[in-house]
């Protein structure tokens, strides 16, 4: 008999998947199932880790019921668990132990509720429908993604690049999900580093923000690997400098609880103008390159986000050499006394793996080389899970004291 007060507002679970390890379990979740007269879910014989395993590859379901029971760091396996599901996924953690404190921590690493076994059939059920009525996850839910903003300040500065790489390494190397926004509406010019035909996805959203809905957003998007989409647009016809705060929020809201990183690549025309993208930002990433003009509008790009904001925002600064280095240029320690802060993060110029990547039509991220090595220790230090590097320390790589084409002023 289906319970009066079950509801699924907004069809808010979607989709079921659990993993335990007794046959007594999968027999009570699937009478609580028939009770609820659901029909899209799926039982597996497992637990935490193989849950991990699985979710390492395929997309998340909406609840996921997994088995703690079996695992010997629980704990730190849900930990692990969070950074391969997509943020929106609710857990429901079952297992043998009925302590307060394992209760406490669970709930602190995001499980939505944890239940002993055996599992009385009516609490099941109760659980079950109180988590499908919780709201939704909205933009500020501290489990929604991150919005990381790629700005720079003068035209090749190499921006796109990275964004793309970074985007291809989150998602691949480190199975975080990720959505890639190319704000640079109307040039495409990230598409083409995907080898993606150029499409009206992002132009279309922002020409109906009345209709900016998951479904619309589905429909507009590109995958690129199975945990890496893309929002952009060639059609010429649309500004992006006209959109609105509103319209980048409506935006952001749909995407930010189904990834870990929403990545807007943000052209340098609305970085130094609208600003808008900026204020929207969890963390910045300011691409510079070695010249005046680029080190000038950065720094005013930076005051801003350091003055005006108004909420916490973090900020990375790399210095990218997209170009051969020129002995009249400004050195390092120049770069850093202008800009009052010290470079995070230097990428040093390698000509030979970023044009076999145009040709192959691939992230330069994806060829072997000085590049890819960066881009792989970058996406490790922004998702907390720091690289060592063979020669040096990986603080050393951060801070581009060693192993780098850099020239400090004599």
């Known amino acids: 008999m289906r319970p009066e007060n079950f ?3 907004d069809n808010q679970i979607e989709t079921i998947q659990a993993f335990v390890h007794d046959s007594a379990a999968e027999g009570q979740l699937k009478s609580c199932f028939e009770a609820f007269d659901l029909t899209n879910y799926q039982i597996m014989q497992g637990g935490l880790e193989d849950a991990i395993r699985v979710f390492r590859e395929e997309p ?3 609840l996921l019921i997994v088995d703690i029971s079996h695992s010997d760091m629980p704990l ?3 930990e692990e668990l969070a950074k391969v599901c997509a943020p929106y996924v609710k857990v429901l953690a079952i297992g043998v132990e009925d302590k307060v404190g394992l209760y406490r921590n669970l709930i602190m690493r995001g499980v939505s509720e944890y239940l002993v076994t055996p599992l009385p059939q009516e609490l099941l059920q109760a659980t079950i429908s109180k988590i499908a009525l919780g709201s939704p996850a909205s933009a500020s839910d501290p489990k929604a993604g991150k919005v990381l903003g790629v700005f720079h300040a003068s035209g090749g500065a190499g921006a796109t690049t990275i964004a793309c790489s970074l985007s291809h390494v989150l998602s691949a190397e480190f199975g975080r999900r990720i959505m890639l926004l190319d704000l640079d509406v109307g040039s495409g010019g990230a598409s083409l580093l995907f080898g993606l035909n150029g499409n009206k996805g992002a132009a279309d959203l922002f020409k109906h923000p009345e209709r900016m ?8 998007a590109q995958q690129i690997n199975p945990r ?3 929002l952009g647009s060639s059609e010429v016809t649309v500004n992006s400098s006209n959109f609105s705060e509103e319209e980048y929020a ?3 809201g749909v995407l930010k609880p189904k990834y870990h990183y929403v990545i807007l690549d943000v052209p340098y025309h609305l970085a130094q103008t609208g600003l808008t993208p900026v204020r929207l930002c969890d963390h910045g990433l300011f691409i510079v390159e070695p010249s005046i003009q680029s080190i000038r509008n950065t720094k005013k790009i930076m005051d801003y986000c350091s003055n005006d904001l108004g909420h916490p925002f973090q900020m990375t600064v790399i210095l990218n050499h997209s170009r051969p280095l020129k002995k009249s240029g400004p050195a390092l320690d120049q770069i850093e006394a202008y800009l009052e802060r ?3 993060h230097i990428i040093p110029f390698d000509a030979a793996s970023v044009g076999q990547a145009e040709l192959n039509a691939v992230p330069p991220s994806q060829i072997k080389g000085k590049f890819s090595h960066q881009v792989m220790l970058l996406a490790g230090r922004l998702s907390g899970q720091e690289l060592k590097n063979e020669k040096h320390s990986v603080f050393s790589f951060f801070k581009g004291r060693q192993g780098m084409h ?3 002023k004599k």
């Open 60 to 62: 998340s379901p909406s």
């Open 76 to 78: 730190s396996g849900m």
């Open 213 to 220: 809905d998951d479904l619309l957003v589905q429909r507009a």
């Open 7 to 9: 509801k699924t507002p």
């Open 228 to 230: 890496l989409e893309f």
């Open 250 to 252: 409506a935006l952001l």
């Open 406 to 408: 850099v020239r400090k």
């Open 342 to 344: 010290q470079i995070d």
